[in-house]
């Protein structure tokens, strides 16, 4: 790969702080924005919108801190086309190491409306404004807002005027999600081509997503020789939102062999930072959003699993430590298959024979039609039932009578190869009442030699898993189980280890001849 050249740079100017925090609904605290700031700085965001200063007394006070506080960044806030504006934005950013004027005004013919000026009146006050803001300071960003609806000779004439009064960058917004990509591309070359000393400026693409394009209108932007994307973490923004930062990022780091340019952003850092925003918006991601959506590194279908397993580059064209995620996930579902079903078998500890897998498969398939999504825990269940069924001695009843009157008792039943049998016996205690029980109904001559109880939870109801391990002619074997009541997790541990001795005798068995 070649080095990046300044023509290869595109630089990633972030606005989720002001155009994101415009959505309804979307706004953030004074310590929630800073934490964001701190975020997109280490992340290597090249510029951060940090808000409108002249907005609120928060607003303002966000923006001075951030800027403080700014470490790599360069630190913009927003200031409409008027004086006070610009002044008040200059306060609030020129504590930054790197501070930004961005002043803006709208130019086709129905923005030119909302402040009721004439094309030339209009003009004049551009030149006026960004001759204020680069007096005040030596980087200014200008927006003819609603760009992409503005008559191309009027575009470049204000453009033209915006580089002369001092603009430094400017930015072309398509402010309303009108625009299309070749027409987004056609935009920004057509500018770079006609108006004079555009080549001393960066220009910018700033799109919104009301016709769902805001991605590719800013790549197209780029492609004709914008050099900055302006965009918002998880596609925050007004109405159907802004440019999403981690689309453009990972779009140019995937592709970067049809479209060869690179940003300063650690890539690594993008989960965390879009969970963050998720939280202190409000605005949870959806699903199958690109690049950060739950599912965006999620696999449920039995094919795809399978040629995930085989090589994630099947099914996958970014790795998910590209964008912070410490792996792909294959959730097993009514979709899954035998493939995925049995790697995440032995994940759990299962060594799983071909006709295991095939009888659990069948179990699985009909709990999945009746289940979103089959568990960990569902999968260890259906274990449970899948050995007990072929258990040759089931625990049945149990009732024991303990307390400080010995001897204690056991009622037991135990189902022994489909016919229940019953008994009482009595032991030093309820367990000992309880394995003598069975001892009668199932004689045999393993010793025990382990008997352990622990708690899984906590509380007075906490499931015991009891642990037996007996021993017989040198054949050792273990049985577990767990129920709230300690007692009936012993009786079927006990019980479990003599299905595993009965197992084992038949496996050792000598060949008959
Ligand atoms: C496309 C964009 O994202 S643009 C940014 C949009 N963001 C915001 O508006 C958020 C912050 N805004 C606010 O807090 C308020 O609107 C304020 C403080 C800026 C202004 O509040 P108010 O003075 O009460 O005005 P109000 O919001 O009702 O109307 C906007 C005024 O700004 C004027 N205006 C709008 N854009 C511009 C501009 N770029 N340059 C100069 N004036 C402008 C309008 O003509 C209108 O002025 P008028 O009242 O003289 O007709
Ligand atoms: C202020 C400008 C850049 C804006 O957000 C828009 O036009 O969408
Ligand atoms: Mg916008």
Redesign the pocket.
């Known amino acids: 790969m070649t080095m990046p050249t300044e023509q290869d740079r595109v630089l990633i100017f972030d606005t989720t702080l002001?155009?994101g925090e415009?959505s309804p609904g979307a706004t953030m605290t004074h310590e929630e924005k800073l934490e964001i700031a701190e975020l997109l700085d280490d992340m290597g965001v090249d510029i951060i919108e940090a808000g409108?200063p002249?907005?609120?007394e928060g607003?303002f006070a966000a923006v001075s801190e951030i800027a403080m506080r700014s470490k790599e960044a360069v630190i913009c806030g927003?200031a409409?086309?008027?004086v006070k504006?610009i002044d008040r934005c200059w306060e609030a950013v020129k504590r930054a190491g790197k501070p930004r004027i961005h002043?803006?005004?709208?130019t086709s013919p129905l923005h030119r409306q909302?402040?009721n000026l004439s094309m030339d009146q209009m003009a004049d006050?551009i030149h006026d404004t960004v001759t204020h803001a680069r007096n005040l300071c030596d980087n200014v960003q200008w927006s003819p807002?609603d760009a992409t609806r503005t008559e191309h000779d009027y575009l470049c004439r204000v453009v033209e005027i915006a580089i002369k009064a001092g603009a430094t960058t400017i930015n072309i917004?398509d402010?309303v999600g009108y625009t299309a990509p070749r027409e987004s591309a056609d935009l920004i070359r057509m500018l770079i081509e006609r108006v004079p000393g555009a080549d001393e400026v960066v220009f910018a693409t700033h799109c919104h997503n009301d016709l769902g394009m805001a991605t590719a209108n800013a790549l197209a932007a780029v492609e004709a020789g914008a050099r900055q994307v302006e965009s918002t973490i998880n596609g925050l923004g007004?109405r159907a939102g802004n440019t999403a930062l981690e689309e453009v990022v990972m779009a140019l780091k995937v592709r970067n062999d049809i479209m060869p340019y690179q940003t300063g952003v650690d890539t690594s850092k993008i989960m965390n930072i879009s969970r963050r925003v998720a939280q202190v918006s409000g605005f949870p991601v959806q699903f199958n959003k690109a690049i950060v959506g739950k599912n965006a590194f999620a696999h449920e279908s039995g094919i795809h699993q399978d040629g995930m397993l085989k090589n994630p580059q099947n099914f996958e064209i970014m790795r998910p430590e590209d964008v912070g995620l410490a792996a792909s996930s294959l959730p097993l579902g009514k979709h899954s298959g035998r493939a995925a079903l049995k790697a995440k078998m032995t994940a759990l500890g299962y060594d799983l024979a071909d006709n295991q897998l095939a009888d659990i498969f069948v179990r699985f398939k009909e709990l999945a039609d009746r289940k979103k999504e089959v568990f960990d825990e569902d999968l260890i269940a259906l274990m449970g039932a899948a050995s007990e069924a072929h258990d040759r001695l089931k625990v049945k009843f149990l009732r024991v009578i303990c307390g400080t009157e010995a001897p204690q008792s056991a009622d037991l039943t135990l189902t022994i190869d489909g016919v229940d049998q019953q008994v009482t016996a009595t032991g030093d205690g309820p367990v000992d009442a309880t394995f003598n029980a069975v001892k009668v109904l199932f004689p045999h001559t393993a010793r025990l030699n382990l008997y352990q109880v622990h708690a899984v939870t906590g509380g007075t109801d906490a499931q015991a898993t009891v642990t037996v391990r007996m021993e017989e002619d040198g054949k050792i074997v273990t049985g577990q189980s767990s129920d709230t009541d300690t007692v009936v997790a012993s009786a079927k541990a006990y019980v479990n280890a003599l299905n595993n001795l009965i197992v084992r005798r038949e496996k050792t068995k000598p060949e008959a001849i």
Request: aromatic share 8%.
């Open positions: 002001r155009d415009q409108f002249i907005a609120s607003d927003l409409r086309a008027n504006d002043t803006f005004i709208g909302i402040p006050l807002m917004p402010t007004e």
